[in-house]
Each structure stands twice: as C-alpha cells, then as structure tokens.
C-alpha cells in the first residue's frame, strides 16, 4: 500500500472523529508554520497573502545534502522543502547537475513531493488568514475585508471568521441544513436503517492526540510525546497540501433491510466542500484492482477496474462523494444506477415507502447525530431486535460526552421484557469475557512469548476501550410499547482511541519510508545508520 495513501487514512480517521468541521482544523497555527520555517506573526502573516516572492538562494542546502552526517542531510532537507514550490528550478537544476547520485536522489523525491502537492498554496493561503484572526492582527483588518469578497473556494469563510476573532465577535461557518437534508432522500429504496451526523463531536489535533497516548505506545513508536504530534501534523499538512482544504458537513448512511450477507449493502453521502479533481486522485490510490474513471453527466464514477466491482465512489460536483459497498457485481450496479438517477432527479426512491418515510419524517433530524430502521424479517433473525417493529436513535454531545438514547417500539410485552433482559445479559457476559480474555495471565508458554501475549492484548484493550465504555454505559429498560436503551461516551476516550489506531498507521508509513543509509553516514545521535530499505 503506497505512503500517500496511508497518510489519507489517517487524516480521514482524524476527520471522522471531528465530525464536522474542516481539514484545516486538523493543524494548530503554530505547528503549521514551524514546519514551514515561518515566524507566526503579523507581518510574515500579510507577506503570506502577497504569494511567494523571490526564491530564496538554496545552494548551501543543496550541497548539505550530499553530507555524511544525517543531521546536516535531515536540516537542509526539511529547510528545503518548507520553501515549496518556489524552488522547483534550482531543484531541476541541481538534479540534472549533481554529481553525488545521493543528491540527485534526494532532489527528484522533493521535485516529486512538490508534483503531488498541488494545493500547497491554497492552504499556505488558508492558513495566513487563519492566523491573522488567531493574532487579532488589527492591521490585517482591510486585507481581511478584501478576501471576505472572495469567490475562492473557502477564502470568504476564513476571512470572515478572523475578523469576527479580531473584532471580539461569534461567528460561524455556516452549514446547509436543507441541502443536508436532501441527502437523506436521495438514498435508494428497500433501506432497512438510514442515518446522519452533522455536528462537530471534538478536536483532534496532532497535540491533542499525542496527549491521549501511553507511554507504552510511544515507547513501541519509537518517539517521543511531541515527535509523535509532529509525525501526525506532518501527515495531515501532506494531505491537506495534496487534496487542499477538506469540509465535512454531515454523513448520510443507508442501509439495506436485507441483513444477510447476500443482500446487505451500504451507500455513504459525505456532503461538503472539496477540490474533485485532487479527491479522485486518492479514490484512484485505493487498494483495489486499478481503478477506472467514467462520467455520467457530471459525476465521475471510479469502480476497480475488474468484471467482479463489489464498491463504487461518486463524485458529484465539489458538494458531494457517494461511496457505495455491495456483496456482488450486480448489486453494486443496481445501487450504482439508483444513486445516479437520483443525483440527476434530485431525488432518489426512499420516499416511495410510505411507512419509512414517515418514520425519517419523525426523527430529530436536527439532532447531532440521529438513526432510524424498519425491523424486516431479515433483521428479525436477531433475538434482540425481534420483538419491535422499529427503532430510532438520537445522540446529543454535551459537556465532553456523545450521549444516545435509542427508542424501540413494539407491542408484545412478554418478548420486549425478554429482549431487554437478552441485552442486558450479552452486555454484561461479553464485559466479563474482554476482561478475563485482556487480563489474563497466559499460561504453558515461555516467559518471553507470554509478555508479547501480554502487549498484544494490553493493545487490544486500549482498541476496545470505546467499545467497553459504551457497554459500561448501557442501560435498558422495558416500557409501555417498547423499550428504552440509552449510552453514552468521552470524547477524550474516543480522542484516545483514534490516537492509537493512527500510531499503528504512523508506524506503518515509517518503516514503508526509511531512506537507505549513506556509506559510513551517522544519524542523529552520531552513530552509524543501521542499514533500512529504500524508498
């Protein structure tokens, strides 16, 4: 799997964990512009706006990197690409003219990672005016009413918002909540269950999540507390520079009422703001089969470039990717055809189920996070879904928790009160099973391989430590036509755990980008560089 696309899974876990709420949120001001060598300051911040001026002189760096020492060779690298693309000639320049390969290595990946990153300046741009608002840079007020006036893709918006910040008054990017809503209806007939997110649920910054990391863990990276948010920065800033600036609005999910693996099938709506272009490029880095690209109208379709295409991705407009998960070919094409046709109509088949429709019109759709499903015979193979006829789910997020309540409707009270109580005991037997499975002392194995059992399930715990609260939280009760179950969970628990799953990612992408050591070349610490394979 290629480094760039390990990047965009982490950012894309950090932006599903935000909720709502843009790409750029993701990097705090400060660590931005110290990857970049720049002062955070007013002036250096209105120079930003002003475009890149003249290129820098880099031929001491250049020359740096052909040192045998790392440090040397790791500063002039990372001074050299935080100037961008300004220095593209004199990298081109030196590539062609080194006459150490090392060199000349070392230019063609930064010319290569400058290719790649197309939006650099968009989000330098971004970023600029994001931090004036930071400052209350008074003197940035005029340039600040200029870019409000913007067309620019979310240049209006960030201006606008920084001079709420310098003028000591709330503002807000505001969301489409009807467009949002139209989502919901333009999902395909036969839906078992439909949902949406669109809140912000917490921010997850690289600081933010290192700071949910144990010492275990940073010892297993290899790095400390603030080397682990700045390997976390840097992934989302490669992105962001990469596929520009990212918004997420809210998160439509359908659902087939048929729960067999033969039949069950997902269509995710992702609505928003983004650059198509730059996102297609990343739908084509997936690991699957080379993917294929095909309008229709004007949505690109991207399908694995095989007769047996089980996933599909639509990208409608700058507004709106579709992504698309079925058992079979055929299936996959059904639902692929059905979304089509309802992003040309503006309107999909939902709607033509009279009872499911009323049952989305009778949601909280405003809620942060909402749900509701029809229980077919399907899902009625489950004992603890059986006895209700529907079930709707709202969650709202206050005071540093996600808090949900599900409401189930059905009208034999014997066989709620036995489903309640079948809840109720699974939750309580599986609690026990995680904690003898993850505690447990292993046993008949040598010592050394029973403390990697040990890390092994002391990780797997951390994984499954939202799971655990939330089950710690259920409660469920029977009551007249139904019954009531409701749960709830940290967001910093959830900080925690997206903070663990991305430092398997970013011990991943470390061990796929080790550069090849330089004969008799020291690293950091004045030793030298143990052999690690190339790029």
């Known amino acids: 799997m290629n480094t760039v696309f390990f990047s965009f899974m982490t950012v894309l876990m950090m932006l599903l964990g935000q909720g709502r709420g843009d790409l750029l949120d993701l990097i705090q001001s400060a660590d931005y512009w110290k990857s970049k060598g720049v002062v955070m300051e007013e002036a250096a911040m209105l120079a930003e706006l002003k475009g890149p001026g003249q290129a820098p002189d880099i031929s001491k ?249 089980e996933v599909a991705f639509l990208l409608d407009g700058s507004e709106r990717l579709v992504m698309i998960a079925a058992p079979s070919p055929e299936s996959t094409k059904e639902i692929t055809d059905a979304m089509l046709a309802a992003l040309k109509e503006g309107k999909g088949k939902l709607g033509d189920s009279a009872d499911f429709a009323a049952l989305v019109k009778g949601a ?39 808090s949900a309540k599900i409401a189930a409707k059905g009208k034999d009270k014997a066989k709620v009160d036995a489903a309640v109580e079948l809840v109720n005991t699974a939750v309580k037997k599986q609690l026990e099973q995680f904690h003898t499975d993850l505690t447990a002392a292993p046993a008949g194995v040598p010592p050394e391989m029973a403390e990697q059992i040990k890390e092994s399930r002391r990780q797997m715990m951390e994984s499954l430590k939202p799971m655990i609260e939330v089950m710690e939280s259920i409660k469920a009760e029977a009551e007249a036509g139904g019954a009531i179950l409701a749960a709830e969970l940290k967001i910093q628990t959830l900080r925690e755990s997206v903070a663990q799953n991305l430092s398997r990612m970013v011990q991943m992408r470390r061990a796929s980008t080790m550069p090849a050591p330089r004969p008799g070349a020291m690293d950091e610490d004045g030793m030298q560089e143990a052999p690690q394979p190339r790029r």
């Open 61 to 309: 760096d250049l020359q740096a990197l052909g040192s045998d020492e790392y440090k040397v060779r790791a500063a002039a690298r990372q001074k050299i690409e935080a100037l961008g693309s300004v220095v593209a000639a004199q990298l081109q320049k030196a590539q062609a003219e080194a006459k150490d390969p090392e060199v000349a290595a070392a230019c063609k990946d930064m010319l290569g990672k400058l290719a790649r990153s197309a939006n650099t300046a968009q989000v330098r741009k971004l970023m600029a005016i994001c931090t004036l608002g930071e400052l209350k840079a008074k003197g940035a007020v005029g340039a600040l009413r200029e870019l409000a006036k913007s067309e620019e893709m979310f240049v209006a918006d960030y201006a606008n918002r920084s001079l709420a910040q310098i003028e000591g008054r709330p503002w807000d990017i505001k969301a489409d909540a009807a467009r949002r809503d139209r989502d919901v209806w333009l999902l395909p007939e036969k839906c078992g269950v439909v949902g949406q997110m669109n809140a912000a649920v917490g921010s997850m910054t690289g600081q933010e999540l290192s700071a949910g990391l144990s010492d275990a863990t940073l010892k297993r990276m290899g790095m400390s507390r603030e080397e682990a948010a700045g390997a976390i920065t840097g992934q989302v800033i490669q992105v962001a520079e990469q596929v520009g600036n990212v918004r997420l609005e809210g998160l439509t999910v359908g659902v087939s009422d048929e729960a067999s693996m033969q039949g069950l099938w997902f269509v995710i709506v992702a609505q928003g703001k983004f650059d198509p272009e730059a996102v297609g490029k990343v739908i084509e880095m997936m690991p699957f089969e080379k993917m294929t690209r095909r309008m229709e109208g004007k949505v690109a379709v991207y399908e694995p470039g095989n007769s047996r295409a």
């Open 364 to 402: 909280d759709r405003t809620a942060p996070l909402w749900a509701v499903a029809k229980i077919s015979e399907s899902y009625r193979q489950g004992a603890a879904v059986a006895p209700f006829d529907t079930i709707s789910a709202t969650a709202t997020i206050k005071d540093g928790k996600v």
